[in-house]
Structures are given as structure tokens and as C-alpha cells.
């Protein structure tokens, strides 16, 4: 019933004015705040534990800022599954085409870092090209279909994490864009230990694996949401020598990437996930 209600609400927000519906998202990101404990405190320890020199206050700001984002994008995604193709157009720009222009012919695998308005750039690839994804299963089937119908409509291929890789090389070599979202913690199995800010995270070898199973070239997207709204995706240059043939050392260089681009919006970043949930064997947990 819940879902019911928070989907009926954003598929009515998605009518009015831009600035309106982002208004409202930070207001609804504000009260998530106080009212989500655990994802507070999940925050506040990521913020901790990646910038230990910042001061206790500036954290405290940045973790409530995220909260705002990460609650904004949320709310706007109802103009992204409901909102008429011309909207959308508006709502969302890519720069960096030409990288993929420049790659016409070959396979391409998107890394696509979990900045929080990952979804704008990914719904608006999938309006132009053939693009694919994997998603996470929803304990709500109702809000699952309502996702699933919204992020497909102009033709995105969907499969979920629990099919596994083989979905995804098929969509590949099939001529589809990759849109691959690799930089969670998803357990010990088929990860290394890569440093992020410093600290060991477990960091999937996925991204190497694909690459090299695919012969496909590697393009980062990272996605920026603008004030009073709106988005725009930037796709970078092709990476060169990937995969290495080290699968830990991709898994840094990965990982240093996105620090990179998270040092130029910390806000942005989607620090409400247990990124440090798995620990070396023998050190404490962090949650």
C-alpha cells in the first residue's frame, strides 16, 4: 500500500514545473533525513571513514546534502518514467557523444558510477541506441513493475543482478550499449580489495571480466544533477590498456576514477550504501 501511495504521489508531482518537483525533493530529502536512522548512520560512517581530515561539521553538512540529492533524484524519476520523450529531452543532456561516435563499430561497456542521478543518463542513451542494464530485484513487486515499465519504454534491456553476467555478454555482443554500474558492495565472491579513499573495499572484477570476455572498450558516464533541476551525463574517453590483464590493479584504477570524480561532487555520491559492509577477514565491521 505504501509503494501505491509514494508512486501515485510521484507520477502526480511529475505534472508540475521542474523547479517544483526538485523543490519538492529536497524537502522530502530533509525529512528522510530524521526519519531514516540506519541510512543516517550508514552515511555519516562512510563520510567518516573516507574523509577523515574533514571537519566533524562539514560532514555533518555533506551527509544531509546527500540525503537531500539522493531523496531528489528519487522524486524526479517520475518524470523520467512518465514524462512525454520531448521533456525528457529537455531534462537531460550527454555531452562527450563523440567518444562514442568514435568507438561506432566496436562493443561498448558504460562505466557508470553510482552518482545519484545515474538513471537520467541511462534513460536518455536508451532513447537514441540500444542500450542495456542489469537492475536489483525490488521486495515490492508492485513498485518492481511500476520501475521495470518506467526505465523500459523507449526500449532499454533489463535483467536482474540474481541472472547473472551471461544476460549481459549476450546484450553486448548482440551490438548494445552496457550500462554498468559496478562500484557496490556486493559481497566477497568474484571481488579484490581495492583501496577507495584509503580504504579496502570490496570491489567487483566484473567490469575487467566483461571487457575482456567482450573484446568491448570501456567509456565512464558520470552524472551530474543540476540546481533547480535537470542533469547532464558526461561521457569521458575510452579507456586505453583495459583490462590490464591484473584484475586487482583495474579494480584500482576504477576505484581511483571515481574517487576523482567524487572529490569534484562529494554530494553526489551515493553514500547512503554500505559500501565497507565486507571486511577482510579479521578486521571489525564498520555497520
Known amino acids: 500500500m505504501i509503494s501505491r501511495i509514494v508512486l501515485g504521489?510521484?507520477?502526480?508531482?511529475?505534472f508540475l514545473p521542474l523547479r517544483?518537483?526538485?523543490?519538492?525533493?529536497?524537502?522530502?530529502?530533509?525529512?528522510?533525513?530524521?526519519?531514516?536512522?540506519?541510512?543516517?548512520?550508514?552515511t555519516r560512517i562512510n563520510l567518516e571513514k573516507c574523509f577523515p581530515g574533514m571537519a566533524p561539521s562539514e560532514r555533518e553538512a555533506l551527509a544531509r546534502a546527500a540525503f537531500r540529492l539522493?531523496?531528489?533524484?528519487?522524486?524526479?524519476?517520475?518524470l523520467?518514467?512518465?514524462?512525454?520523450?520531448?521533456?525528457?529531452?529537455?531534462?537531460?543532456?550527454?555531452?562527450?557523444?563523440?567518444?562514442l561516435k568514435a568507438l561506432e563499430g566496436r562493443r561498448v561497456v558504460i562505466l557508470a558510477p553510482h552518482f545519484v542521478g545515474f538513471e537520467a543518463p541511462l534513460m536518455?542513451?536508451?532513447?537514441?541506441?540500444?542500450?542495456?542494464?542489469?537492475?536489483?530485484?525490488?521486495?515490492?513487486?508492485?513498485?518492481?513493475?511500476?520501475?521495470?515499465?518506467?526505465?523500459?519504454?523507449f526500449g532499454l534491456q533489463l535483467f536482474p543482478r540474481q541472472a547473472g553476467i551471461r544476460k549481459a555478454l549476450r546484450a553486448i555482443q548482440s551490438g548494445a550499449i552496457y550500462y554498468y554500474l559496478p562500484d557496490m558492495d556486493f559481497g566477497s565472491k568474484s571481488a579484490v580489495f581495492a583501496p577507495f579513499?584509503?580504504?579496502?573495499?570490496?570491489?567487483?572484477?566484473?567490469?575487467?571480466?566483461?571487457?575482456?570476455?567482450t573484446g568491448a572498450a570501456v567509456v565512464p558516464?558520470?552524472?551530474?544533477?543540476?540546481?533547480?533541476?535537470?542533469?547532464?551525463?558526461?561521457?569521458?574517453?575510452?579507456?586505453?590498456?583495459?583490462?590490464?590483464g591484473d584484475d586487482a590493479a583495474d579494480a584500482r584504477r576504477m576505484n581511483a576514477f571515481i574517487e576523482e570524480r567524487?572529490?569534484?561532487?562529494?554530494?553526489?555520491?551515493?553514500?547512503?550504501h554500505k559500501r565497507f559492509k565486507t571486511r577482510p577477514e579479521g578486521e571489525p565491521k564498520f555497520y
Open 197 to 213: 579513499f584509503g580504504v579496502p573495499a570490496a570491489t567487483v572484477t566484473g567490469l575487467s571480466y566483461i571487457a575482456r570476455a
Open 80 to 99: 523520467l518514467y512518465w514524462a512525454p520523450p520531448k521533456r525528457i529531452e529537455r531534462l537531460v543532456r550527454v555531452d562527450g557523444m563523440e567518444h
Open 9 to 14: 504521489l510521484m507520477w502526480l508531482i511529475h
Open 20 to 42: 517544483v518537483v526538485s523543490r519538492i525533493g529536497d524537502a522530502v530529502g530533509r525529512l528522510a533525513y530524521w526519519l531514516i536512522p540506519e541510512r543516517r548512520k550508514v
Open 262 to 272: 567524487v572529490l569534484e561532487m562529494p554530494e553526489q555520491y551515493h553514500w547512503l
Open 221 to 244: 558516464c558520470v552524472a551530474r544533477m543540476l540546481p533547480g533541476g535537470g542533469y547532464v551525463g558526461t561521457l569521458h574517453p575510452a579507456w586505453s590498456d583495459f583490462p590490464s
Open 124 to 153: 536518455r542513451l536508451s532513447m537514441g541506441s540500444a542500450t542495456a542494464t542489469m537492475y536489483a530485484r525490488q521486495k515490492d513487486p508492485f513498485f518492481e513493475r511500476v520501475m521495470y515499465a518506467g526505465r523500459s519504454r
Open 70 to 78: 539522493f531523496c531528489r533524484s528519487f522524486i524526479e524519476r517520475g
